[in-house]
């Protein structure tokens, strides 16, 4: 046996025994919001949120442009112009249907520049079809170039013509897709790629801008999705806690009405709706999504209240004369809030892109409102065109959703009282 | 009556991101063929942690940091996952606490029993239902036969139980631990049970570690018993010395907050005050010493070594050492090696 | 266990009636309605009309008539499109619709569920981190969006795929993958997730405990646990499937059913949009009560419970 110093076996005191750290226990709400700041994904997605809120609010308070301001002669414009110098300090861009637009070296547009009729020789229509019959090489090469010559375009820009040969595009052989021949001076190459600053997202096919009208489509489309949740809370809440506090026969039937309704797919009966009443404003849509999806948000509410009843504080309140509405509106549903805003936070994303999908279906806001569905639905036709018009709109609701779904994941485990520790 | 299992220095924590968790640190017993040897303490203390690790069970983030576990002239520690996965339901088996969760539920117990069976032992499919009938029987459940056709949920918790043990038995098995097997189970079952395993111990001559937080179920059943507080032993002895010759102020301790039946006498329960240590962060001393009344400043500074008072008997306190201040109720103890 | 299926026939047929009413008074009593409305319709269809649902005799009748239509799957003719019947159309849009459907119900099956495993037995390690990325994508970006990428980016760009149509077999992929993919993304999270807390369950322990080998203990012991919940999502998954089919049909410019109902309420074409309602709805309700039954065939606690005893 070791030897211990005799010092050491001295009785301890009370005070000497203790050193246990007290950690602090936090309530329920303040360990959620811990555990949901260290989630870096939700915390994105609630900066996200944030910041397209604002977009939608602040936006369209920044630009000068309406969202249903047409301008035809900057239509179908891409966010990013190929600028050419085709004279000292004289830059021009080229659009999809081959007119020519002037520009500032910075992107900043100038005009349409006016399109005239060719001068020059012109090929017959049988020589140009058959130019790849019995002609040798050199003939056929001949012909070919003055062929050619049709993919030519001439322009006025200060009083002399501009001419764009744009033969490259189609004969891969040639060296440059375009060429410029102006005041003697020949420009092939393109500049620089400026950003477009009169507009940032491009024009559609109407040459209203897409930033401004992206910006109003989040005013619709977050509208759209909050009012439609908010029904869907109010409406799904009281339903689901009356449902789950009387219990019994009320209790069967009410689910049973809920279970029809959800024996057909939501869809369907939002497309049904908005058919019969048709389109009158924004209101049509928003009751039709509130009024259909009110069941998940019904089941959830009544399953807690199911569980929640049978806990003794119930007990003590309804001994304590606590009329039902208040046992429900103050003890009940407040200790539900955790799952109800869990669902309510993932209700919104469904929301927008319900309205998307109506709006894809034709069936959404009715113009001249545009949502970023509508948005979208428009832009599809020119994809391969102008895919900047679908790809912003598209990439608006995507990233809307991202958000919402990332802060509404972290916001199942940060709620989720089976890992509390405090 | 060889020894049959040994464990040195067993340390095993949980590496959790919030810190490491030391659940047993530094744990060693033996035991021999024929003991039912049971492991009782808080909870917390470290009892269960120590079973799974006997047995390989110790899940992810934990880990058998230290020490070695002796059975049957290996060390359990070294080995693999599929070679302990041979001896587990085989040579060491092992029941739970909770019987309702502890079935698959989409299987039935035949599926369940024949497939243990099969797996450790050469029987067709035939004679391993005749062995599982067998078994079940063996246990008590009746009507095996028809029984052992039917899914968990169809038993109570009694009945789950049985099968459970019934499951583990079924290969004849050297060693059984048992984990809390009656915790969860009404006190009139509890006595089946625990009758049930004194039963079959007898005929099967297994050995049989015991854990719980219950000293009346150990009193009725074990041969030996090991008192663990905060991942260590505090105590270790026969059923007698334990019980009626106590040498560690939380052994004293657990006795009398326990209800004693003496018709006529009126006793004052005495709880331990304090709660147990927190495991990430755990004392530098003997981990009781902030809930005992004989703390001394060795105690907050050094853990005890364990003292031996008898062939079978030790405690881990330094009022037994030779230069502590006589306490009525404590003996001074040898050495542990001697 | 015949009793349970025949009760929830019962109650799926009552359903679909329940509907088919719902949708008839609908239809008939909104002022304005359609068949009430003003609409210049063809001389040569309100003939046909007239004839078909004799609109000027009493409503009961009306509803005789049509739901006796519905039993013998005439559905009448279409409002805009001259000469057909609904039925025609449903005829011929269902079999392009169906095999979409069920490639992109094979691809969330035959993907979706082994991911979902392989992310929980690998949890926390890179395999994890990309398929739940992957799949986080999956859910949160729309159906629609994953289209028109899929256009812009393999078809357009790259060329590898066709613009639009079926008639090159390489045209069926995008449509497959775009309408897949929030439920194969969907059904991966699920599994992942109930995998996770299946080998969290005490019996997963007994059955190591007992020395079955881990291979089986996962194959066996855990994955039947598993994809319990996994086969209770397959009635939204094929509500999602059905109802994608709109957008998606359209955007690729497919001749499924989906495109017809699509062009139907755009030229509000009131008896094809009643007809393939109805039509969709009941097949959903069969579908649903398909899974239902197979539902109790896999936990023998359902089967236990419900009305075998």
Request: charge should be neutral; aromatic fraction near 8%.
């Given at each position: 046996m070791r030897d211990i110093d005799k010092s050491k076996f001295v009785f301890l005191s009370e005070k000497e025994k203790e050193f246990e750290e007290f950690r602090p226990s936090l309530t329920y709400w303040q360990d959620a919001w811990r555990r949901l700041k260290k989630n870096k994904m939700s915390m994105v997605g609630l900066v996200g949120i944030i910041l397209i809120i604002l977009f939608a609010i602040i936006g369209p308070l920044t630009t000068s442009m309406s969202y249903s301001d047409q301008v035809n002669d900057f239509k179908n414009l891409p966010p990013f112009l190929r600028v050419y110098e085709v004279a000292p300090d004289k830059f021009v861009t080229i659009t999809s249907d081959y007119s020519l637009i002037r520009t500032t070296k910075n992107g900043r547009l100038i005009e349409r520049l006016e399109e005239i009729e060719v001068s020059g020789p012109v090929i017959t229509d049988e020589e140009r079809t058959d130019v790849t019959k019995i002609l040798s090489p050199s003939e056929q090469k001949k012909r070919n170039d003055e062929a050619k010559k049709n993919l030519v375009k001439q322009y006025m820009m200060d009083g002399e013509i501009i001419e764009l040969n744009f033969s490259g595009v189609v004969d891969s052989e040639l060296e440059h897709k375009y060429v410029f021949t102006y005041n003697g001076q020949v420009t092939n190459e393109k500049t620089k790629t400026v950003w477009n600053k009169k507009y940032p997202f491009g024009s559609d096919?109407?040459?209203?801008?897409v930033l401004t009208r992206v910006m109003y489509g989040a005013r619709i489309s977050l509208t759209v999705a909050f009012v439609a949740s908010l029904v869907n809370f109010i409406i799904g809440v009281t339903y689901g806690a009356i449902a789950g506090f009387e219990g019994g026969r009320v209790d069967n039937v009410m689910m049973r009405i809920v279970d029809i309704i959800n024996s057909v797919p939501l869809v369907l009966i939002i497309i049904m709706l908005m058919v019969l009443i048709g389109n009158q404003g924004l209101w049509t849509i928003i009751l039709a999504i509130g009024m259909v999806y009110w069941v998940g948000m019904a089941r959830l509410v009544r399953g807690q209240i199911l569980s929640l009843k049978e806990q003794e504080f119930v007990l003590a309140a309804t001994t304590l004369g606590v009329s039902r509405k208040n046992i429900i509106l103050r003890h009940l549903i407040p200790n539900a809030m955790g799952p109800i805003i869990i669902s309510m936070t993932m209700m919104i994303p469904s929301a927008v892109f319900t309205e998307a999908f109506m709006s894809f279906i034709g069936l959404g806001v009715s113009a001249p409102m545009a949502s970023w569905g509508t948005l979208a639905n428009n832009a599809l036709a020119a994809i391969l065109t102008s895919p900047y018009q679908l790809f912003f709109p598209a990439a608006a609701i995507a990233i809307t959703m991202l958000a919402f779904n990332f802060l509404g994941d972290g916001l199942r485990d940060a709620l989720d009282p089976r890992l509390r520790k405090g | 009556m060889g020894k049959i299992l040994e464990v040195n220095n067993l340390k095993t924590s949980f590496f959790t991101h919030l810190g490491e968790v030391q659940a047993v640190r530094g744990s060693s017993f033996s035991m021999n063929e024929g003991d039912i040897l049971g492991i009782v303490g808080e909870s917390g203390s470290g009892k269960s942690v120590t079973a799974m690790s006997i047995i390989g069970l110790v899940e992810e983030p934990g880990k058998i940091k230290e020490g070695s576990v002796i059975f049957d002239n290996r060390d359990l520690t070294n080995l693999s996952e599929s070679e302990l996965s041979e001896l587990r339901g085989n040579e060491i088996a092992m029941i739970f606490q909770d019987p309702m969760t502890s079935l698959n539920p989409v299987f039935t117990i035949k599926n369940l029993m024949i497939e243990v069976i099969q797996r450790h032992t050469d029987m067709n499919k035939k004679e391993a239902l005749k062995h599982a009938i067998y078994m079940l029987d063996l246990v008590g459940i009746p009507e095996a036969g028809t029984r052992i056709n039917s899914y968990p949920h169809q038993f109570s918790g009694g009945m789950r139980q049985r099968v459970m043990i019934a499951t583990a038995l079924s290969c004849n098995p050297k060693l059984l631990i048992a984990d809390e097997p009656t915790t969860a189970l009404d006190v009139t079952i509890q006595a089946q049970i625990l009758e049930l395993l004194l039963r079959l111990k007898d005929e099967t001559n297994t050995s049989i570690i015991l854990i719980t937080h219950d000293l009346g179920v150990i009193a009725e059943v074990c041969t030996d018993i090991i008192v663990m507080y905060g991942g260590m032993m505090m105590e270790k002895g026969t059923v007698d010395e334990i019980f009626y010759k106590p040498n560690h102020p939380y052994t004293n301790g657990l006795h009398s907050s326990v209800p004693h039946i003496v018709s006529g006498k009126r006793e004052r329960l005495i709880p331990i005050e304090g709660s147990p240590p927190d495991l990430m962060k755990p004392p530098a001393g003997c981990p009781f010493s902030p809930r005992c009344p004989h703390a001394m400043q060795i105690c907050k500074e050094e853990a005890a070594p364990m003292f031996r008072l008898s062939d079978t008997h030790t405690s881990a306190c330094w009022l037994l050492h030779k230069d502590a201040p006589e306490v009525e109720g404590y003996i001074k103890g040898g050495n542990q090696d001697d | 266990m015949g009793k349970y299926f025949l009760k929830r026939l019962a109650a799926a047929l009552l359903t679909i009636l329940l509907i088919a009413t719902i949708t008839f008074i609908l239809m008939h009593s909104i002022p304005g309605g359609p068949f009430t409305r003003?609409?210049?319709?063809p001389d040569s269809i309100m003939e046909r009309l007239n004839e078909k649902y004799n609109l000027d005799a009493p409503l009961i009748e009306q509803y005789w008539d049509y739901m006796k239509g519905l039993v013998t799957l005439e559905l009448g003719p279409s409002f805009s499109i001259i000469g057909k019947d609904v039925e025609e159309l449903i005829g011929a849009g269902f079999p392009t619709s169906a095999k979409i459907g069920l490639f992109a119900t094979i691809l969330i099956i035959v993907v979706g569920i082994p991911f979902g495993i392989i992310s929980a037995l690998k949890q926390n390690r890179p395999i994890d981190y990309t398929v739940m990325f992957l799949a986080t994508l999956g859910v949160t970006v729309p159906s629609f969006v994953i289209a028109t990428l899929i256009i812009y980016v393999f078809a357009g760009l790259l060329g590898w795929l066709p613009t639009f149509g079926i008639e090159n077999p390489l045209g069926y992929i995008g449509p497959v993958i775009a309408l897949a993919g929030y439920s194969l993304s969907f059904v991966t999270r699920l599994t992942r997730s109930s995998m996770l807390e299946v080998l969290r369950q005490d019996y997963i322990r007994t059955a190591r405990a007992n020395g079955i080998k881990e291979v089986v203990v996962m194959a066996k012991h855990a994955v039947r646990n598993a994809l319990i919940p996994v086969v209770t999502y397959v009635g939204p998954m094929v509500a999602g499937i059905l109802t994608g089919s709109f957008v998606i049909e359209r955007i690729f410019a497919l001749p499924g059913m989906g495109g017809y109902f699509v062009e139907s309420i755009t030229n509000r074409d009131y008896t094809t949009i009643m007809g393939i309602t109805v039509f969709y709805a009941a097949f959903y309700i069969i579908m649903i009560l398909l899974v239902d039954v197979a539902y109790a065939f896999i936990d023998p606690r359902i089967r236990f419970e419900k009305g075998a005893k």
């Amino acid at each position: 046996m070791r030897d211990i110093d005799k010092s050491k076996f001295v009785f301890l005191s009370e005070k000497e025994k203790e050193f246990e750290e007290f950690r602090p226990s936090l309530t329920y709400w303040q360990d959620a919001w811990r555990r949901l700041k260290k989630n870096k994904m939700s915390m994105v997605g609630l900066v996200g949120i944030i910041l397209i809120i604002l977009f939608a609010i602040i936006g369209p308070l920044t630009t000068s442009m309406s969202y249903s301001d047409q301008v035809n002669d900057f239509k179908n414009l891409p966010p990013f112009l190929r600028v050419y110098e085709v004279a000292p300090d004289k830059f021009v861009t080229i659009t999809s249907d081959y007119s020519l637009i002037r520009t500032t070296k910075n992107g900043r547009l100038i005009e349409r520049l006016e399109e005239i009729e060719v001068s020059g020789p012109v090929i017959t229509d049988e020589e140009r079809t058959d130019v790849t019959k019995i002609l040798s090489p050199s003939e056929q090469k001949k012909r070919n170039d003055e062929a050619k010559k049709n993919l030519v375009k001439q322009y006025m820009m200060d009083g002399e013509i501009i001419e764009l040969n744009f033969s490259g595009v189609v004969d891969s052989e040639l060296e440059h897709k375009y060429v410029f021949t102006y005041n003697g001076q020949v420009t092939n190459e393109k500049t620089k790629t400026v950003w477009n600053k009169k507009y940032p997202f491009g024009s559609d096919n109407l040459g209203r801008d897409v930033l401004t009208r992206v910006m109003y489509g989040a005013r619709i489309s977050l509208t759209v999705a909050f009012v439609a949740s908010l029904v869907n809370f109010i409406i799904g809440v009281t339903y689901g806690a009356i449902a789950g506090f009387e219990g019994g026969r009320v209790d069967n039937v009410m689910m049973r009405i809920v279970d029809i309704i959800n024996s057909v797919p939501l869809v369907l009966i939002i497309i049904m709706l908005m058919v019969l009443i048709g389109n009158q404003g924004l209101w049509t849509i928003i009751l039709a999504i509130g009024m259909v999806y009110w069941v998940g948000m019904a089941r959830l509410v009544r399953g807690q209240i199911l569980s929640l009843k049978e806990q003794e504080f119930v007990l003590a309140a309804t001994t304590l004369g606590v009329s039902r509405k208040n046992i429900i509106l103050r003890h009940l549903i407040p200790n539900a809030m955790g799952p109800i805003i869990i669902s309510m936070t993932m209700m919104i994303p469904s929301a927008v892109f319900t309205e998307a999908f109506m709006s894809f279906i034709g069936l959404g806001v009715s113009a001249p409102m545009a949502s970023w569905g509508t948005l979208a639905n428009n832009a599809l036709a020119a994809i391969l065109t102008s895919p900047y018009q679908l790809f912003f709109p598209a990439a608006a609701i995507a990233i809307t959703m991202l958000a919402f779904n990332f802060l509404g994941d972290g916001l199942r485990d940060a709620l989720d009282p089976r890992l509390r520790k405090g | 009556m060889g020894k049959i299992l040994e464990v040195n220095n067993l340390k095993t924590s949980f590496f959790t991101h919030l810190g490491e968790v030391q659940a047993v640190r530094g744990s060693s017993f033996s035991m021999n063929e024929g003991d039912i040897l049971g492991i009782v303490g808080e909870s917390g203390s470290g009892k269960s942690v120590t079973a799974m690790s006997i047995i390989g069970l110790v899940e992810e983030p934990g880990k058998i940091k230290e020490g070695s576990v002796i059975f049957d002239n290996r060390d359990l520690t070294n080995l693999s996952e599929s070679e302990l996965s041979e001896l587990r339901g085989n040579e060491i088996a092992m029941i739970f606490q909770d019987p309702m969760t502890s079935l698959n539920p989409v299987f039935t117990i035949k599926n369940l029993m024949i497939e243990v069976i099969q797996r450790h032992t050469d029987m067709n499919k035939k004679e391993a239902l005749k062995h599982a009938i067998y078994m079940l029987d063996l246990v008590g459940i009746p009507e095996a036969g028809t029984r052992i056709n039917s899914y968990p949920h169809q038993f109570s918790g009694g009945m789950r139980q049985r099968v459970m043990i019934a499951t583990a038995l079924s290969c004849n098995p050297k060693l059984l631990i048992a984990d809390e097997p009656t915790t969860a189970l009404d006190v009139t079952i509890q006595a089946q049970i625990l009758e049930l395993l004194l039963r079959l111990k007898d005929e099967t001559n297994t050995s049989i570690i015991l854990i719980t937080h219950d000293l009346g179920v150990i009193a009725e059943v074990c041969t030996d018993i090991i008192v663990m507080y905060g991942g260590m032993m505090m105590e270790k002895g026969t059923v007698d010395e334990i019980f009626y010759k106590p040498n560690h102020p939380y052994t004293n301790g657990l006795h009398s907050s326990v209800p004693h039946i003496v018709s006529g006498k009126r006793e004052r329960l005495i709880p331990i005050e304090g709660s147990p240590p927190d495991l990430m962060k755990p004392p530098a001393g003997c981990p009781f010493s902030p809930r005992c009344p004989h703390a001394m400043q060795i105690c907050k500074e050094e853990a005890a070594p364990m003292f031996r008072l008898s062939d079978t008997h030790t405690s881990a306190c330094w009022l037994l050492h030779k230069d502590a201040p006589e306490v009525e109720g404590y003996i001074k103890g040898g050495n542990q090696d001697d | 266990m015949g009793k349970y299926f025949l009760k929830r026939l019962a109650a799926a047929l009552l359903t679909i009636l329940l509907i088919a009413t719902i949708t008839f008074i609908l239809m008939h009593s909104i002022p304005g309605g359609p068949f009430t409305r003003e609409r210049p319709v063809p001389d040569s269809i309100m003939e046909r009309l007239n004839e078909k649902y004799n609109l000027d005799a009493p409503l009961i009748e009306q509803y005789w008539d049509y739901m006796k239509g519905l039993v013998t799957l005439e559905l009448g003719p279409s409002f805009s499109i001259i000469g057909k019947d609904v039925e025609e159309l449903i005829g011929a849009g269902f079999p392009t619709s169906a095999k979409i459907g069920l490639f992109a119900t094979i691809l969330i099956i035959v993907v979706g569920i082994p991911f979902g495993i392989i992310s929980a037995l690998k949890q926390n390690r890179p395999i994890d981190y990309t398929v739940m990325f992957l799949a986080t994508l999956g859910v949160t970006v729309p159906s629609f969006v994953i289209a028109t990428l899929i256009i812009y980016v393999f078809a357009g760009l790259l060329g590898w795929l066709p613009t639009f149509g079926i008639e090159n077999p390489l045209g069926y992929i995008g449509p497959v993958i775009a309408l897949a993919g929030y439920s194969l993304s969907f059904v991966t999270r699920l599994t992942r997730s109930s995998m996770l807390e299946v080998l969290r369950q005490d019996y997963i322990r007994t059955a190591r405990a007992n020395g079955i080998k881990e291979v089986v203990v996962m194959a066996k012991h855990a994955v039947r646990n598993a994809l319990i919940p996994v086969v209770t999502y397959v009635g939204p998954m094929v509500a999602g499937i059905l109802t994608g089919s709109f957008v998606i049909e359209r955007i690729f410019a497919l001749p499924g059913m989906g495109g017809y109902f699509v062009e139907s309420i755009t030229n509000r074409d009131y008896t094809t949009i009643m007809g393939i309602t109805v039509f969709y709805a009941a097949f959903y309700i069969i579908m649903i009560l398909l899974v239902d039954v197979a539902y109790a065939f896999i936990d023998p606690r359902i089967r236990f419970e419900k009305g075998a005893k």
